[in-house]
């Protein structure tokens, strides 16, 4: 086990990095899609189409009620529809509308270039080596 110093300072370097990231990727309130949240929503509803709220609850860790408004907003937006499961109408599976999956690729694109340009001071060999270390933690996670 790392030495708990270690930990610490790895906590708090990442709750810095989570805050400035979020911050720089926020969009103003006037766009369509305001936070990373609803974008992970969209993405994930476009990765696997036709999820219910719970499905799309436990990819995004919330809870179905906080879930559930997500999708309303994301819903008056005119992003995602609702509609009933064809086998069992108490089933409502989301989809993404074509103006959810051309909102959830701009707002991908304009956070990748908010994204490059937080790390466009630091060297590539280093960015190689993050996306190493996060693998790393991914994979030991799976196991």
Same mark, same amino acid.
């Given at each position: 086990?790392? *030495?708990?110093?270690?930990? =610490? $300072? ?9 805050? &400035? ?5 926020? $969009?103003? +309130? !006037? =766009?369509?899609?305001?936070? #990373? ?5 969209? +993405? ?22 906080? %879930? %559930?408004?997500? &999708?309303? /907003?994301?819903?008056?937006a005119g992003l ?8 069992? @109408?108490?089933?409502?599976?989301? %989809?993404?509308t074509p103006a959810? !999956? !051309? =909102? #959830? ?5 304009? #956070?990748? *270039?908010?994204?490059? %340009? ?10 190689? $080596? @993050?996306? /190493? &270390?996060?693998r790393a933690i991914? $994979?030991? &996670?799976?196991?």
């Amino acid at each position: 086990m790392a *030495n708990n110093a270690y930990i =610490e $300072e790895l906590f708090n370097v990442m709750m810095q990095f989570g805050k &400035i990231v979020a911050h720089q990727t926020q $969009e103003s +309130h !006037e =766009e369509k899609v305001a936070t #990373m949240l609803q974008f992970a929503a969209l +993405h994930f509803l476009k990765s696997k189409p036709a999820q219910t709220v719970g499905d799309l609850a436990n990819d995004l860790k919330l809870s179905k009620s906080s %879930t %559930t408004q997500l &999708i309303k /907003r994301l819903s008056h937006a005119g992003l995602v529809k609702r509609d009933s499961d064809k086998d069992d @109408l108490r089933i409502t599976r989301i %989809t993404l509308t074509p103006a959810g !999956e !051309e =909102e #959830m690729i701009l707002q991908k694109k304009k #956070m990748l *270039n908010k994204i490059g %340009t937080l790390f466009s001071k630091v060297p590539q060999k280093d960015i190689k $080596e @993050l996306i /190493r &270390i996060y693998r790393a933690i991914i $994979e030991g &996670i799976k196991k």
